[in-house]
């Protein structure tokens, strides 16, 4: 596990299944195929360009990880910001925060990049710190799908209670 980089697939898997497990009760197990295989097509090419410019696979690897935990949680901290007191006290447009977001991200990225790329250390190093920190992820987010799972085969009739509980209260308009 030491000079593996298993952290690349599991960085990849997790946005999926996170997804699944936030909206298990609304969606079908089956909907995260489309997402994972879009996400793994994503970081094969992001992967196989990356190593036909670079020329060096760690230094590829750790780019390409940082480019899909960019690419993932852009949302996530643009949603964060807008909603925040900071933007709202400045009297920014929502177009303006993802816009500046958007400058501040790419800098990041530039940064990160370029210190990767001028980097003469053993990057493998950070191997097994990003495979605990992806490995986390993925089991945590695997244990509750599955805790979920098993709760809704062992009490599916209290699921078919509350659906009844909600058509009498008056119809869903969503």
Known sequence: MKKYPFFIFLFTLYPSLALLTWNFRE???????????????ITAILSLVGFSLI???????????????????????????EESEFASSLGLGSWLVIVILSLI?????????????????????VYPTLNIIALFLVLSSGYLLVNRFFARQINPSSLQQTGLEEKAAGPDVY
Do not use: E, Q, Y
């Not at 969606?27 to 097509?41: H, M, Y």
């Not at 990767?116 to 493998?124: G, W, Y």
């Open 27 to 41: 969606v079908d197990a089956s909907v995260i195929i489309r997402p994972l295989l879009f996400s793994i097509g």
């Open 55 to 81: 020329r060096s696979l760690p230094k590829t690897i750790l780019i390409s990880t940082i480019f899909i935990l960019f690419f993932f949680s852009f949302g996530h901290i643009s949603v964060s910001i």
């Open 105 to 125: 991200t790419l800098l990041i990225l530039f940064f990160l990049c370029r210190a990767i790329l001028k980097s003469n250390k053993n990057l493998t190093s």
